[in-house]
């Protein structure tokens, strides 16, 4: 079987450089590096009683590493109101700065595009939140780049979304 089964004649793997972060279905513009999707399963060694030949290995605990998300700072940014339901900047009654509760989890996608832009992969990442938030990154007078925002997402699982099909890609 091919490697791309609905493009038989390509030889060339996916690039790292074409995708797509969406929050609450929205596109982050500007999103220009995402850390890898790690999912981690501990070993449980145990041997039963008269076994000589070594131990038994089983799967335990499952945790999913946290992901970062780097954006080019705009204006219409949806990051920072999401950031912003995890600490509150105004003293609620009582005196404490709590959190909202409400909507703090949300769903994201990532897709992986082909050359021409169409959606080849896309993994959705379940009840995430923000526990990490840098809003500015280091500003540089003699610098010659663009302003960037930083965010850690702390997520409850992903998977590979079944209903995205191998884009059939065109010749120009």
Request: proline share 6%.
């Amino acid at each position: 079987m091919p490697q791309f089964p609905a493009n038989p004649t390509r030889r060339d793997p996916y690039k790292n450089f074409k995708f797509r972060v969406r929050i609450d279905g929205q596109v982050v513009l500007g999103a220009s590096k995402v850390s890898a999707l790690i999912r981690t399963t501990e070993v449980i060694k145990f041997r039963q009683g008269g076994d000589l030949s070594g131990p038994i290995l089983t799967p335990g605990k499952t945790d999913f590493t946290a992901i970062a998300v780097e954006e080019a700072i705009a204006f219409g940014s949806v990051i920072p109101v999401w950031a912003g339901m995890m600490w509150n900047h105004e003293a609620a009654p009582g005196g404490g700065r709590e959190m909202g509760l409400k909507n703090f989890r949300k769903n994201i996608s990532i897709e992986l595009l082909n050359e021409a832009g169409q959606l080849a992969i896309k993994y959705n990442v379940f009840r995430c939140w923000i526990s990490e938030y840098q809003p500015l990154g280091e500003l540089d007078a003699n610098g010659n780049a663009v302003a960037i925002s930083r965010i850690k997402i702390e997520n409850e699982g992903w998977e590979r979304d079944a209903d995205v099909s191998e884009p059939v890609e065109v010749a120009l």
